[in-house]
């Protein structure tokens, strides 16, 4: 069955301006995170969605970084006035929910801030 | 305090040996699940193997299997007859049931395996 779709796969734009990542779970998944994940480096978690509660923001860096999830289906990551440090990969996860079931992981978008 | 450490930043290991990669854990909770995934240089996060806090036998899945060590809060994972193509980044996670943080999944900084022929 389809995977976990993330697009845009690769996104450059201008310092200052707004982004959006969109995020599409497997269907029936009720878990839905995102992670951001520099070069090299591991994943810093950002935001965690599970079925209609309300969703655990507590990683995400700034007031900056937003995001939603629509019908309990597709997710968007929406950043504001970007910083070249916003670069990186942001990954999107889905699961099931239950305490045993891994997570499945989209392919990323690479952002890249000029 | 961070909640899952792998120590290890890097590791090498001969094609077809064995090679444990190290993860320690940190909780309260007496429900929690631990995870491996591994993630090559073309980015992809694959699952490899799950660990449930209550099961009394170590994890296995193929070439993969979970020295768990309750006791000592440490679920390192063995890869027998490396492959090359076992040359990635490996991140050990774990999930806590406790409400305040259930569901959410906290991730080692990993270790980068390179497998040499």
């Known amino acids: 069955g389809a995977g976990v779709s993330q697009s845009p796969s690769n996104k450059v734009t201008e310092k200052g301006k707004d982004v959006e990542l969109r995020c599409d779970p497997i269907?029936?998944?009720?878990?839905l995170y995102w992670y951001r994940q520099s070069l090299g480096q591991g994943l810093e978690f950002l935001i965690y969605f599970q079925g209609n509660s309300a969703p655990d923001k507590s990683g995400l860096p700034s007031d900056r970084f937003s995001a939603e999830r629509t019908g309990g289906s597709v997710s968007t990551l929406t950043i504001q006035r970007t910083q070249q440090e916003d670069s990186a990969v942001y990954l999107c996860a889905s699961s099931d929910g239950g305490l045993n079931q891994p997570q499945h992981f989209g392919d990323g978008t690479r952002l890249s801030i000029l | 305090a961070q909640k899952i450490t792998q120590t290890q930043p890097g590791m090498f290991v001969q094609e077809k040996e064995a090679v444990t990669l190290d993860c320690t854990y940190d909780t309260s909770d007496q429900s929690y699940g631990l995870f491996w995934y591994k993630q090559p240089s073309s980015g992809e996060m694959i699952f490899l193997i799950y660990q449930g806090s209550y099961d009394e036998q170590n994890a296995t899945e193929g070439r993969y299997s979970l020295n768990f060590q309750k006791a000592r809060k440490s679920a390192n994972l063995v890869i027998s007859a490396s492959q090359l193509g076992d040359s990635a980044m490996y991140f050990c996670a774990m999930r806590e049931a406790r409400s305040t943080n259930a569901g959410k999944s906290t991730f080692g900084d990993g270790t980068t395996l390179t497998v040499k022929p």
């Open positions: 269907s029936g998944h009720t878990a």
